[in-house]
């Protein structure tokens, strides 16, 4: 099949090069249309959903939320999503494959406390049911919270959370959704949702799979926060599939570099690249471990997701 294509790519070439004036246009475009082939072999996509004005959850999805549109008229999303239930999303009928890559738009709207153990923790858990946790951990809108707070994101709630808020981030105030800030004066309208875009690669070969969204706002002393002032939405949503394939060496010693990189959205984005190649990331395990006598934030994440179902004994013997 890679052969075809790139005999595709070479006829859409000489094609367009008679069609158009402009050789290396066209030559882009074709590249361009190619490039797309070439990249769904690697990785085919098998569920997207990206809401439109006027849709209801299909029968894939449980939740309590609602498709809406954001206040400036941006984006159309699933939304006002709170602690009231789970969320989940399962998908049937996968082709044969070795690792699934799930890629979310996650909306935090609101006055999400982060880490703050007075106020919080205001948490979020993502996991495939029955195997993996891939993301348990808080947020922090600081710009509803007089530009302080901190969070866990992007490291899970093993770690001390100390990041800054924001951290990660993706976009501030894309949804338009504003507050008064009024503890000084001027007072400001300040925006209070914030946009991260998830992307998580986990070994995989069942021919389904459930994913499961929960949030937990509730205050240290037990009292839920105003759930209208918090909540959480999802925007679009992608899944693809493909077996756990060798790696260019080149890309891997980048990536082993950046997993090391002490700025973590480097480290953590990463991270998730090299699962998509869970065989080689498992037998180099050990071995990034030893790079640094520093106890790595991702150490936790790796055993969790990587050593499910045997020991580190036992992968450092295959």
Sequence with gaps: MLVFSFVLLGGVCYILSLMCKNYFGCLLVAFSFAGSVLAEEVKPQVYQVDWKEGDTPGSEWVTKGKVMKSPNGARTFLGGITDEAVTSLHVKDLPEHEVLTLEVELFVVGTW???????????????????YVLLNTTFSNCLANNWTGSQHYPEDMTGRGKYNCFTGISY?????????????EP?????????????FSVPHSADSFTLNFQSDA?????????????WYGI???????????????????????????????????????MMRYPDRFRADYQLLKTTSSTQRWWYP???????????LETAKGE
């Design 113 to 131: 406390d982060g880490s703050n153990t007075t106020w919080g923790p205001d948490k979020l858990n993502i996991s495939l049911l029955d195997e």
């Design 172 to 184: 501030i105030g894309e949804l338009g959704y504003r507050q008064q800030w009024a503890r000084y």
């Design 187 to 199: 007072v400001q309208n300040v925006p209070i949702d914030s946009t991260y875009k998830l992307k």
């Design 218 to 230: 509730n205050e240290q002393d037990g009292k839920a926060d105003d759930q209208k002032e918090q």
């Design 235 to 273: 925007g679009k949503v992608t899944v693809s599939t493909h077996n756990d394939q060798a790696v260019d060496e080149k890309e891997w010693a980048k990536l082993r570099a950046n997993l090391l990189n002490g700025f973590i959205p480097i480290s953590n984005h990463a991270f998730w690249e």
């Design 301 to 311: 994440r790796a055993e969790r997701l990587l050593m499910k179902g045997e020991t």
